[in-house]
């Protein structure tokens, strides 16, 4: 079963702390994607990874950055939450063009 | 620049009714053309695909799009919805190569009975 996985569901941070999040696929799948989702928009793409420790930035890099060290895992990591920051978080990874989904993140920095 | 427009926020429509989703495009060649559809806290799953052929494109829950090079466009249908239809629907675009998918902003369907 082709799966996207992300962990944690949902997360709760104080400004300034360090978030990390994470994902996982199943499908061997060499690209891998993080975007945010934000009320009344579609969703924006922070980073993309090409393959392992082959990442690039997205349309909304400024704040985050990312890790690739194994095929099936891409990490998102905001080094010191801002408030601004709060929202749903979906990685994804692709075959071809089409894109495959995780459950999201849901992300609050008080 | 490619971008997508889905010009309606909102689609409410009674069950039973027949439903059609605009969803217009921008981009200098011929594109990869998505619907996806978000249920309430979750993750987006793939309706339908169009990369080339036959314009009509056949879906999941008896869904179609409709790709028109003429009229930019990717209109979503279905003859007959059901409460459980009821969710935000994106039409998203991809160039035909591996990379950035552009996302229109979303319809949310409401399907009342």
């Known amino acids: 079963d082709m799966k996207v996985t992300q962990m944690p569901r949902y997360l709760i941070k104080r400004m300034g702390e360090n978030v990390l999040l994470e994902c996982g696929q199943d499908?061997?799948?060499?690209?891998m994607y993080w975007y945010r989702q934000d009320p009344g928009l579609g969703l924006q793409l922070i980073y993309i990874s090409y393959d392992v420790d082959s990442n690039s930035e997205g349309d909304i890099p400024k704040g985050y950055r990312v890790s690739r060290k194994k095929r099936e895992h891409f990490s998102l990591i905001l080094d010191s939450a801002k408030t601004n920051q709060t929202s749903v978080y979906f990685c994804?990874?692709?075959?071809?063009?089409?894109?495959?989904f995780g459950p999201g993140t849901r992300l609050t920095v008080l | 620049a490619q971008s997508v427009t889905q010009p309606d926020a909102r689609v409410t429509v009674s069950e039973g009714a027949s439903l059609q989703l605009r969803c217009k495009y921008s981009y200098s060649g011929t594109p990869y053309l998505f619907w996806y559809v978000q249920y309430p806290r979750q993750g987006l799953q793939l309706l339908l695909k169009?990369?080339?052929?036959?314009?009509v494109v056949q879906g999941v829950n008896g869904f179609e799009a409709e790709f028109s090079k003429s009229n930019s466009s990717f209109h979503l249908r279905k003859a007959s919805v059901h409460w459980s239809d009821s969710a935000v629907y994106f039409c998203v675009l991809s160039p035909q190569v591996v990379g950035q998918l552009t996302f229109g902003r979303g319809t949310r369907l409401q399907v009342y009975a």
């Open positions: 499908m061997s799948h060499e690209t």
């Open positions: 994804a990874s692709s075959l071809g063009a089409e894109q495959f």
């Open positions: 169009y990369y080339s052929g036959d314009p």
